[in-house]
């Protein structure tokens, strides 16, 4: 997608795949040309990408800027989404993946190293995790919880009917908390965590869950070929500040084709402060509280300093409002196909 094809101001993004990491020597991952000038993306032995924005008049052709990102961790044949923006014929940001990696401006946004799970084909079929006993396995598990709502004398259980008109009303408010989020209304994003926060999380589940529990049906969305690669170089991101993932979608793409169960994702890790990590339910249990009681002081000042930093490029959304967005969609992918029956 390129937003421009001038180098005086424009935005330029491309999905690759990387089958060597880092490589052996400086390599043109892709050329873009403009009507006055080039943008290079190389990687390089030191793990990073450098960019390089080429100016071209007449016949010369004039060095204009080149940037290197933070080191990235990745394994071999890699899958990479690269946005870069400039202005004033200067790079002002580049992301990866949806992570900031650079920026002109403020150059303490990118963090000390970024490490990328995203894989694709060939062998990272061979890594691919296979979900399926967990899946199947939070299903089971689910219609057991259906079973004992009854059990406890302390609960009034409202029923099939109850569930499924309530399933219905919190459809029709994250449905319209999302459309108006899009039209720039981004101060409902917490109103969209706590949608969901109800529809995913409950005692003993989520009303998505309960609902999909009458029908025994599975509730799939899709995450990366092996969300947990990249688990074994997460020292490196100790004196990172925080890194938000987004690592789940409605419907596959050339990313994320994985199919995974809500419940099994709920667990996956979502946000690493220094070296501890914060499930996809912890994120999004915060981000519905930034208004009230907050548990951890660590998750509660990381969501509050993504909601400043810039997102990727294209986007109008900082990465909070983003993710929020994303597990709003996916939330509502679900409930739409489990009200069906």
Request: aromatic share 8%; glycine share 8%.
């Amino acid at each position: 997608m390129t937003i421009t094809s001038s180098t005086e101001q424009g935005a330029f993004v491309i999905m690759v795949g990387v089958k060597e990491w880092p490589p052996g020597d400086d390599k043109l991952i892709h050329e873009f040309q403009m009507r006055d000038g080039r943008l290079l993306l190389w990687a390089t032995p030191s793990c990073q990408i450098v960019v390089e924005l080429v100016l071209e008049h007449d016949e010369y052709v004039h060095p204009g800027d080149t940037c290197w990102t933070c080191p990235i961790i990745a394994q071999p044949e890699a899958a990479f989404v690269i946005a870069v923006s400039w202005k004033d014929k200067k790079i002002h940001t580049v992301h990866l993946n949806g992570c900031i990696c650079y920026s002109r401006d403020n150059p303490n946004l990118a963090p000390r190293s970024l490490v990328v799970r995203q894989t694709f084909g060939g062998e990272a079929d061979k890594r691919r995790h296979d979900f399926s006993a967990e899946n199947e396995r939070a299903r089971i598990e689910r219609g057991k919880a259906l079973h004992g709502l009854g059990s406890s004398p302390k609960r009034i259980d409202g029923g099939k009917k109850y569930a499924f008109d309530s399933l219905a009303d919190e459809i029709g408010q994250l449905r319209d908390l999302i459309a108006d989020v899009e039209r720039g209304k981004e101060y409902h994003v917490p109103g969209i965590a706590a949608r969901v926060r109800l529809l995913t999380h409950g005692k003993p589940m989520g009303l998505l869950q309960r609902c999909a529990a009458y029908h025994e049906r599975p509730l799939i969305l899709y995450t990366a070929g092996n969300p947990y690669i990249g688990e074994q170089s997460a020292a490196v991101l100790k004196e990172a500040s925080f890194h938000l993932r987004q690592s789940g979608i409605p419907t596959p793409n050339f990313l994320c084709s994985n199919p995974i169960d809500l419940d099994v994702w709920l667990s996956l890790p979502a946000l690493s402060v220094a070296s501890k990590d914060y499930s996809n339910l912890d994120v999004i249990k915060e981000i519905g509280d930034t208004i009230g009681a907050h548990r951890d002081i660590a998750i509660t000042s990381a969501i509050a300093s993504l909601m400043r930093r810039p997102s990727l490029i294209g986007s109008k959304y900082n990465d909070v409002t983003r993710y929020a967005l994303s597990f709003g969609r996916i939330c509502l992918a679900l409930a739409e196909k489990v009200s069906v029956g």
